[in-house]
């Protein structure tokens, strides 16, 4: 979820002499006496911001937003994460600024490039919907600015046949704890007309082309690769070959003998998730499964149900199913899991609330799961469950 901007909140949370560097840095004149103004005093710096040209008025107020996002308690971690990607600690620096607006601000300012790519790990972290597939373990990315040019040019080549894509840019990062290469690209979009007035105030078509954005996450421990994009399976599974040849240097797509998500077990009522101490899980309660009934000796689809139950009542969820098979006259195993919701509740930690986690996986690459600790936490118990491979 993008978070809300609002410029009077933003400004009063940023200290005044870091909003001064700011417009100082940018050679943009304002009429804002910053000696004696306070800290909360917002006024005279929304109506100079409220004066500039449109044009500057309009990159200032992306870069603020851009900061505005980061500028919380996961903002922060991410820059940090960043940071010690770099060999660079700044946790004592950040411990003596005011709040997290201050941090990301200053990072702006003063590390872009660090800032830029904790955007993108913050972004990573929020997004849900993965298709994921086995390319196979302990490869080696290539990542030399040539790698990534060959990749630019073959997401060009690839959505050239939809009429766009003229351009495409990468950016690579890595990650640890799990080891994650992560490659964010932006393909050019379709040109778009919108209303709109010039810098003369001539009221007119304005056509731009805005760039998308698709995700790979390479994971080399398990070996598989997760991708997040618009326009569905059509799209995906040409990516994904597309990273294999570029990125992986393999010849093609490996074959997919494994499904990345097996769901069969969550139909069984003795079935318990192998959850450790260290996980700080309190439960997994399973809410709603859509269920494929297979034909008699057919082999074909007969029909399909979704069966849901409030929370914490699994065992209602399962005399559901022994309903099922009673009413359509089918066996335990005619039915195959297409779809399951899902919630994690965690253990209280220092006197917090607990937090829960709902997520929806579905046969056979479907995954809401996102990528920050919490769900990394539920990945790796659903692996040695046995649901995700």
Same mark, same amino acid.
């Given at each position: ?54 044009? &500057? +008025? @309009? ?59 904790? #955007? ?6 929020? !997004? ?35 009429? +766009? ?30 209303? #709109? ?6 009221? @007119? ?17 398990? #070996? ?20 294999? $040849? $570029? ?43 859509? !269920? ?7 082999g074909r689809q007969r029909g399909q149900v979704t069966l849901g139950v409030p ?12 309903? &099922? ?23 209280? &930690?220092?006197?917090? @609330?607990?937090? $829960? ?18 769900? @990394? &936490? ?12």
């Amino acid at each position: 979820m993008v978070r809300q901007f609002s410029p009077r909140t933003f400004f009063r949370q940023t200290p005044n002499h870091i909003l001064q560097q700011y417009f100082e840095s940018k050679d943009i004149p304002t009429e804002i006496e910053w000696e004696g103004l306070g800290e909360t005093d917002v006024e005279p710096i929304f109506e100079a911001m409220d004066g500039l040209d449109d044009r &500057v +008025r @309009q990159e200032v107020e992306g870069d603020f937003v851009a900061i505005n996002e980061l500028a919380c308690s996961k903002g922060v971690l991410a820059i940090l994460e960043e940071a010690q990607l770099w060999g660079r600690d700044w946790s004592e620096q950040f411990a003596e600024m005011k709040n997290a607006y201050e941090r990301a601000f200053w990072t702006f300012l003063n590390e872009p490039q660090r800032f830029a790519a904790a #955007g993108n790990l913050q972004l990573l972290d929020r !997004l849900g919907s993965w298709k994921r597939r086995m390319v196979g373990m302990l490869l080696e990315p290539k990542t030399t600015p040539e790698d990534i040019e060959l990749f630019e040019s073959s997401l060009r080549a690839f959505y050239a046949k939809q009429g +766009r894509g003229r351009f495409c840019h990468v950016d690579y990062y890595e990650r640890a704890n799990p080891e994650r290469h992560c490659f964010f690209a932006y393909p050019e979009d379709f040109a778009n007309a919108e209303l #709109g007035y010039d810098e003369s105030g001539q009221f @007119q078509h304005r056509i731009h082309r805005s760039a998308f954005e698709n995700i790979f996450v390479y994971r080399p421990e398990d #070996g598989f690769l997760e991708v997040h994009a618009k326009d569905g399976k059509k799209v995906v599974e040409p990516l994904m070959e597309i990273f294999c $040849t $570029t990125i992986l240097g393999l010849k093609a797509m490996p074959e997919d003998g494994r499904m990345p998500f097996d769901l069969t077990s969550l139909k069984d009522r003795n079935f318990n998730f192998t959850i450790e101490p260290k996980d700080g899980i309190a439960s997994i309660d399973l809410l709603e499964l859509k !269920l494929d009934i297979a034909g008699n000796g057919s082999g074909r689809q007969r029909g399909q149900v979704t069966l849901g139950v409030p929370a914490r009542n699994n065992e209602s969820l399962h005399n559901l199913i022994d309903e &099922v098979i009673d009413t359509k006259n089918a066996r335990l195993s005619d039915l195959h899991p297409a779809k399951a919701k899902l919630r994690v509740a965690f253990k209280p &930690v220092n006197g917090y @609330q607990a937090k $829960t986690l709902p997520f929806t996986l579905t046969y056979p690459d479907g995954c809401t799961l996102k990528d920050d600790p919490h769900d @990394q &936490v539920v990945k790796d118990v659903l692996r040695r469950s046995g649901i995700a491979h």
